[in-house]
């Protein structure tokens, strides 16, 4: 048995709330700057009015899938307007992703285990 | 600038549609049983009735998120039921994870970038 990461669960509330799915295929490109951005983003993101939480893996193979969860459509449209995020999202789009999709869903449940 | 690989993303229609999410840490236990089992579930549930696709990634650390999409909560209440699948579920929480927390999401919008 591994060690138990709770950290790299999100910790939510009760459903309703909404979910931003990110799935991105990395290019090669900068991949210094790009766990930076990626690092700056969490921290932004936590501050962000109605954040709730969020989970982010990527395999070896560059395909990663990043799941944020927010409070409302509302929290989602002013996070994507955030200024330092946009200048993230257009180098993402310029340099960092070989292709993306990005899906906004509305969690109507949701079940776990822990032990 | 790395190679695309178009398999890695589900190709879906214009929401709305339904999403699973399932994020889970894995426990060291049954690599090859897992990825077996892992292997099988795809191929099985392209072939229930109401699944449009999937994206699937896991890191080194064990931690993993899989999205699902289906057609309709029916659909999923299917998968969920299905024989082989609720043996697979329970060998999951008695052996192959850690923790998981499972969403499950109505996808309202969609965006990507293909280049």
Do not use: C
Request: glycine share 6%; charged share 20%.
């Amino acid at each position: 048995m591994t060690t138990t990461t709770p950290s790299a669960f999100a910790s939510l509330p009760t459903p309703p709330y909404y979910a931003v799915i990110f799935s991105s295929l990395r290019t090669s490109a900068g991949p210094d700057e790009y766990a930076h951005m990626a690092e700056r983003m969490v921290v932004l993101a936590q501050h962000q009015p109605g954040y709730l939480g969020a989970e982010s893996t990527r395999g070896a193979d560059g395909f990663g899938i990043t799941v944020s969860y927010w409070t409302s459509l509302e929290a989602i449209a002013h996070w994507r307007a955030n200024a330092e995020h946009r200048v993230a999202q257009e180098t993402g789009k310029a340099q960092w992703y070989e292709h993306y999709e990005l899906r906004v869903a509305l969690v109507e449940k949701a079940y776990g285990k822990k032990i």
